[in-house]
Nanobody, 129 residues
Framework: QLQLVESGGGLVQPGGSLRLSCAASGSALDYYAVGWFRQGPGKVREGVSCISSRGYNTLYADSVKDRFSVSRDSAKNTVYLQMNNLTPDDTAVYYC??????????????????????WGQGTQVTVSS
């Protein structure tokens, strides 16, 4: 059974950076598509980014494009979300999720229809001065 644990959240000033980690256990993550989602206070959960199996493809929400970068490290069985130039609107609990998708190597940021089965517990990101 795949298990995911997020880490790296915290309090950061506007314009700052954080790197979130999504560490997997119980199975190799290589052939899973992994998505990052967030839920801000009073908001619905939304997709932020995703990376396909083996890292062949990535997607970003318009709101984070050019500021966030997703990557994966097979040796560490971990997926990362590098977040730069953070704004208060990025304040949210961030979740990673995974689904078995070896082929084709694509991913989706859709929350309700994306088919993500495995979810982490979330990590809080707060952007405030």
């Amino acid at each position: 059974q795949l298990q995911l644990v997020e880490s790296g959240g915290g309090l950061v000033q506007p314009g700052g950076s954080l790197r979130l980690s999504c560490a997997a256990s119980g199975s190799a993550l290589d052939y899973y598509a992994v998505g990052w989602f967030r839920q801000g206070p009073g908001k619905v959960r939304e997709g932020v980014s995703c990376i396909s199996s083996r890292g062949y493809n990535t997607l970003y929400a318009d709101s984070v494009k050019d500021r966030f970068s997703v990557s994966r490290d097979s040796a560490k069985n971990t997926v990362y979300l590098q977040m730069n130039n953070l704004t208060p609107d990025d304040t949210a609990v961030y979740y990673c999720a995974a689904q078995w998708k070896p082929s084709p190597p694509i991913c989706t940021t859709a929350y309700h229809t994306g088919g993500y089965v495995y979810w982490g517990q979330g990590t809080q990101v707060t952007v405030s001065s």
